[in-house]
């Protein structure tokens, strides 16, 4: 059975670091497009980096570029993102997704859209 698991999140104060785990069984990450996503309290889900099936294309919503990193390790079958310099604005339940079709922008970066797999998330509580 395909299944996602994140896990990684918390309260964490503004400036700080968390970094996510999104565990994959039944199927190996490495042949599927990994998405994370995020919702915050009263908003829509918005995507907010997607990582190629092949690892070697990343791209990130604005709001959190070179904030954010997103990165896989294949022996353990697991996709990471790290958050750094974390903002109130970044508190979310933060999902990851898998699809085994890559999609790209007009701009030739990953999308992530339509993701068939879906974690049940982890919350994120940026505050002090």
Do not use: H
């Not at 497009?33 to 990582?51: D, H, T, Y």
């Not at 697991?78 to 109130?88: A, F, G, H, R």
Request: overall charge neutral; some cysteine.
């Amino acid at each position: 059975q395909l299944q996602l698991v994140e896990s990684g999140g918390g309260l964490v104060q503004p400036g700080g670091s968390l970094r996510l785990s999104c565990a994959a069984s039944g199927f190996s990450l490495d042949v599927y497009a990994i998405g994370w996503f995020r919702q915050a309290p009263g908003k829509e889900r918005e995507g907010v980096s997607c990582l190629s099936s092949s690892g070697s294309s990343t791209n990130y919503v604005d709001s959190v570029k070179g904030r954010f990193t997103i990165s896989r390790d294949t022996a353990k079958n697991t996709v990471y993102l790290q958050m750094n310099s974390l903002k109130p604005e970044d508190t979310a339940v933060y999902y990851c997704a898998a699809d085994p079709v890559d999609d790209y922008n007009e701009y030739g970066r990953p999308s992530c859209y339509g993701m068939k797999y879906w974690g049940k998330g982890t919350l994120v509580t940026v505050s002090s």
